[in-house]
């Protein structure tokens, strides 16, 4: 398959910890980047690659994968951390896909 | 620091055809691979299309390949989104947006966006 799962929505309390899941053939081969995306705001790159992040997100953000699936955790979730989450690879021809994105919401 | 801003946007009837521009600043534009993105109204995101920093390669969704042409004028740090055959479905925002220049396709800036609407 070219597509990439996500699970729609998710909740966690704050200061938890809460794990969103991107599930894709093409995950066996190419790593996931992450972005997050507040409404009304253009996505962020949270994460990339086996598990990097840009200057400036938080260290509470870390990313992981096993064989077609990668995960983005998020450890001691905040207030500010509510927003749609979406995980993104590519493939061998070139070609790019999302996920169909995951909605945080923070207890 | 690394500014993209897209314009030319707007809203155009089925069938027709717009041109999306896309200026990038602070940054080196013509070493830069950069990529397409949009967004339907209450929607997820869906890539859109794909220019390496040579220029040499250019990638398309499937729902846009023969229809949308990326290209770039280097003179004027300048990312292009011809859009012809336009339709409803066509309707969302997009974003430019830069390739952090790995092998792994990361979109480490994007502009703000910009709202194309098709409808008759």
């Known amino acids: 398959s070219s597509e990439l799962t996500q699970d729609p929505a998710v909740s966690v309390a704050l200061g938890q910890t809460v794990r969103i899941t991107c599930q894709g053939d093409r995950l066996r081969t190419y790593y996931a980047s992450w972005y997050q995306q507040k409404a009304g705001q253009a996505p962020l790159l949270v994460i990339y690659g086996k598990n990097n992040r840009p200057a400036g997100i938080p260290d509470r953000f870390s990313g992981s994968s096993s064989g077609n699936t990668a995960s983005l955790t998020i450890t001691g979730a905040q207030a500010e951390d509510e927003a749609d989450y979406y995980c993104?690879?590519?493939?061998?021809?070139?070609?790019?896909?999302f996920g169909g994105g995951t909605k945080v919401t923070v207890l | 620091q690394v500014r993209l801003v897209e314009s030319g946007g707007g809203v155009v009837q089925p069938g027709g055809s717009l041109r999306l521009s896309c200026a990038g600043s602070?940054?080196?534009?013509?070493?830069?691979?950069m990529h397409w993105v949009r967004q339907a109204p209450d929607k997820g995101l869906e890539w859109v299309a794909f220019m390496s920093f040579d220029g040499n390669n250019k990638y398309y969704g499937d729902s846009v390949r023969g229809r949308f042409t990326i290209s770039r004028d280097i003179s004027k740090n300048t990312l292009y989104l011809q859009m012809s055959f336009l339709r409803v479905e066509d309707t969302a925002i997009y974003y430019c947006?830069?390739?952090?220049?790995?092998?792994?396709?990361?979109?480490?800036?994007w502009g703000q966006g910009i709202l194309v609407s098709v409808s008759s």
């Open positions: 947006a830069r390739d952090m220049g790995s092998s792994g396709y990361y979109l480490d800036y």
């Open positions: 993104n690879s590519r493939d061998s021809s070139g070609t790019v896909v």
């Open positions: 602070g940054f080196t534009f013509r070493a830069s691979s």
